[in-house]
């Protein structure tokens, strides 16, 4: 048997440990790991050098744009960014122009995206009005649905319990995944009428307007609307410690329900908004020392599922606004994810299986994404290369998203993705794009 393609010359993990090999990929999938003697004959032979091969990065929260929001982003930018910074799946959020609030809108996204994406890409759906296109939802090509409490993406009211209710019970009824931003929408729009009204309109009001308790109570209102239905539950960008303990005490009581955070509420603390301005200003906001401190140290201790990076691309006049409340909230984030936790591993605070958990094979699990999140056989061939050794500085100008802004911008880092493969196909290398658009696959 000749297979397409011997990934030979690579490092591996396997029980813990980094052993030697290569990996063969027939068909787009992975069908050998061992040693490069017994691999079989390939008809193309790419040398990984001894680089770190992992399975490729899952980003579960992304805003790739596109349609009428392509000046922003757009399929081909946001996965040739993914490409790059190692990730091989995204999950796309659905508050898109139009939103993903139907089938005729998620085929839209579908067809536009069909040919054009250069990774592989799920899609969110928001829920529609009428219970029968949430049900026709429900039973289509989606990941899950996306609440966003904040900032209603959707006609319903889910500032009311009973319509927040509903829409749990008709995801667990047909057991999909429902992903939630969780801030207290009525909280908020009480703290912008006062803080409008005493004329605040420094970046800082942004974390007067968004402070912990609205994150806090927004988690607890929902686990306790979920005791009734219990659905998959998952809470996007966590960003206090509170929350986590609260959505770990549920887990205890057997509910369905994980959580993500971003590598900008690990890393980053309320300093860079006096310091940056809008360019670090997202929802939730970046938090205090201690509150990051204390997420880093519940990513390590287990209590935090995944890391999910919010990938959430403005164009730089909208973040640069003159007035806070013109400032759109959002960074991007793939190109900077991996190498942030790799420079974790190299300062030995954070193990290399833990990072393939928290960004491949976790988020793998969690949006039942088969084939993905393992270098094993039978997986899909979704490989990262990454050199453990390279000393760079985090430089947005060189991005392949159209946000070419970041709070991390000249931050030194140990670590870099540098060969990207989607289903056997060598992506990106050395930081550039080398296939044709339409590799990626849009997940079913
Ligand atoms: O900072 C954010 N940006 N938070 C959100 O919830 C939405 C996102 C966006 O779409 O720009
Ligand atoms: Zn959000
Ligand atoms: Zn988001």
Redesign the pocket.
Known sequence: MVVDLNIVDVKMLQGGLLVEGGISVDDGRIVKVGKEVNLPASSERIDGEGLVALPGMIDAHV?LRDLRLSYKEDFLTGTSAAACGGFTTVLD?P?SDPKTDSLKHLEMRRRAARGRVLVNVGFYACFPEEQEETERLAESPIVGFKI?L??PWSRLNFDDDDVLSSALRLAATHDRLVAV?AEDHLALMERERELRAKGADRPEDFLRLHPPEVEVSAVHRVLRIAEGSRPRLHFCHVSTAEAVRAIAEAKRRGLRVTCEVTPHHLFLTEEAVSRLGGIAI??PPLRSPKIAGDLWKMVKGGLIDIIAD?H?P?ALEEKEAESLWDV???IPGLETTLPLLLDRVNRGELSLWDLTRLLSSRPAELFHLRGKGSLGEGFDGDVVLVDLRERWVIDSSKFKSKAKYSPFDGTEVVGRPVKTFVAGTLVMEGGEIVAEPGCGRLLS
């Open positions: 805003h959020m508050n966003n904040s900032d931003h997202m929802s919010d959430a403005h759109r909230p959002g």
